[in-house]
Nanobody, 128 residues
Framework: VQLQASGGGLVQSGGSLRLSCAAPGFALGFHATGWFRRAPGKEREGVSCIGSSGFRTYYADSVKGRFTISRDNAKNTVYLQMNSLKPEDTAIYYC??????????????????????WGQGTLVTVSS
């Protein structure tokens, strides 16, 4: 299984981007899906997560009120709308899927250990 993240790019501070996570040949709609990022010199961190139904969502404190995760199961795609971007949001963004549809409750949603499937990242650069 290979998830495909796209939509990254260069944007000015205060701007917006929308990332997409697609999964050709994999029924992403049955899996809780998350976004992670790794900034230069930092550990990978959880950004947001959404359950398979789209009803339950989670956000890191650093992005609450600015980022919105959503999904379109008919298109087998999960999105991350990023508004009011800051230079500290600069990172490679990855999408990942859990084995279950419900977000796991035995492992924190923002732990990489909760996810079984990963994709390549997409680079987001926010200039000041």
């Amino acid at each position: 299984v290979q998830l495909q993240a796209s939509g990254g790019g260069l944007v000015q501070s205060g701007g917006s981007l929308r990332l997409s996570c697609a999964a050709p040949g994999f029924a992403l709609g049955f899996h809780a899906t998350g976004w992670f990022r790794r900034a230069p010199g930092k550990e990978r961190e959880g950004v947001s997560c959404i359950g398979s139904s789209g009803f339950r969502t989670y956000y890191a404190d650093s992005v609450k009120g600015r980022f919105t995760i959503s999904r379109d199961n008919a298109k087998n795609t999960v999105y991350l709308q990023m508004n009011s971007l800051k230079p500290e949001d600069t990172a490679i963004y990855y999408c990942a899927a859990q084995r279950t549809g419900r977000v796991r409750n035995d492992t924190p949603w923002d732990s990489i250990r909760a996810y079984d499937y990963w994709g390549q990242g997409t680079l987001v650069t926010v200039s000041s």
